[in-house]
């Protein structure tokens, strides 16, 4: 039974699409207060005012991580803010829930990850996908050699054209999307990467490649294919909404799918499965039933499963340990690999 006198004082830094979440989740947990919100946009700014009254609302994440007293912070800011806030949140003494990517550089990040080592503190970075029961599965059968010897890993995770102009330009590809399907690869394979190729293609005219095709070449042999296009165009039926359902802000598509063949069996995920359809004035949709669906009013699926999991380590209490800081830095080394590939039109090997 989990100890509900055993509080935890949380922070979060970024009350926008995702970090509003975040929030919401944190805040139903029974043992949570959420204590402290960082947002710099003054319309978000004024929204985390009205939805938690009884928190501190800061404007400058800095200011406020030597200002508060809280247990642990949650960093869902845009991604090339994340290294120096984790830096300050744990030079603080916090524990820490970064969303992906764990930062832009892999210096940042190896240095980050040997400070809350050396600090023993507790810091995760938010691959979603190890919480969603079905990949739990999938692994499962992995694990237990139902599948024999992995021979391939295919993997494909296509958006919207609209959210790439909206904000998937800000960061390169490798860190927006295909950084989840590089770490599933880790955590299904168990093993680790040697050497990456990779190709960018520039059509929308961004300095960021809007499609990025990966392969991987793994250490105990098996072959990985990882692709993605932010090229989905408007008319495809929804899976994602923004923040609540009557808004339309944020509306778009996630179309995702991973495969994995093995010397006795072979499995096929399909990530976003359209098993509810709604159609009305604006078209056909498939709301999201298994990430962050909301239900009255509550953020449920695999992103409460991740956070509330982060929190029963917090507290002390039995949880899933399907998270491994050694696997996030190698997740950034091959992003890194994969752009200095692109780049270079070379195989970059990792040693
Ligand atoms: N795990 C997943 O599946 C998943 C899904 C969506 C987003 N994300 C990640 O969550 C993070 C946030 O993404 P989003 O879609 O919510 O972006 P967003 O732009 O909607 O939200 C970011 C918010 O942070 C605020 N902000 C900007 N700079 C700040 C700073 N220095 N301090 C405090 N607040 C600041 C912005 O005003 C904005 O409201 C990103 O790292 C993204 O990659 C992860």
Redesign the pocket.
């Known amino acids: 039974m989990t100890d509900l006198s055993r509080r935890i004082s949380f922070a979060l ?7 509003k979440h975040h929030a919401n989740i944190l805040n139903h947990h029974p043992n949570v207060t959420v204590d402290a919100i ?4 003054p319309i ?1 700014f004024q929204q985390a005012k009205n939805e938690f009254p009884d928190a501190k609302i800061y404007k ?2 800095l200011n406020m991580l030597q200002e508060i007293e809280v247990d642990a912070v949650t960093v ?4 090339d ?2 290294a120096e ?1 984790v830096l300050a949140a744990l030079n603080s003494g916090l524990h820490v829930f970064c ?3 764990l930062a832009t550089k892999l210096s940042d990040a190896k240095h980050l990850a040997n400070l809350a080592l050396e600090r023993k503190l507790k810091l995760r970075v ?3 996908l190890r919480y969603e029961p079905r990949h739990r599965v999938l692994k499962q059968h992995i694990s237990s050699y139902k599948l024999g010897e992995l021979a391939r890993i295919r993997a494909k995770r296509d958006i919207s054209r609209s959210w790439f102009e909206a ?1 998937g330009y800000r960061v390169h590809s490798a860190y ?1 999307t295909l950084i ?1 399907d590089i770490d599933l690869i880790l955590w299904l394979s168990q093993q680790r990467c040697q050497s990456v190729s990779a190709w960018g293609g520039y059509l929308l005219g961004y300095e960021v490649p809007e499609t990025l095709v990966m392969v991987l070449e793994m250490d105990k042999g098996t072959i990985c294919t990882l692709e993605s296009s932010w090229l989905l165009p408007s008319g495809t039926p929804a899976n994602i909404f923004g923040w609540e359902d009557s808004s339309d802000a944020g509306k778009g598509v996630v179309d995702a799918t991973l495969e994995v063949i093995g010397t006795k069996g072979s499995g096929f995920l399909k990530t976003y499965e359209p098993s509810l359809t709604i159609n009305d004035a604006t078209g056909s949709y498939n709301p999201d039933l298994a ?1 962050w669906p909301q239900i009255d009013g509550r953020t449920a699926g695999a ?1 409460r499963e991740e956070i509330w999991d982060f929190v029963q380590e917090l507290i002390g209490e039995s949880h899933a340990q399907v998270d491994s800081l050694d696997d996030s830095i190698h997740v950034q080394e091959i992003c890194e690999a994969a752009i200095e590939s692109e780049k270079s039109g070379k195989k970059i090997n990792i040693t």
């Open positions: 830094i970024g009350f926008g699409r995702f970090g960082c947002e710099t946009d978000a400058e994440p869902v800011s845009p991604e803010t994340h806030i969303e992906k990517p938010g691959y979603i904000y927006e989840h990430f992103l």
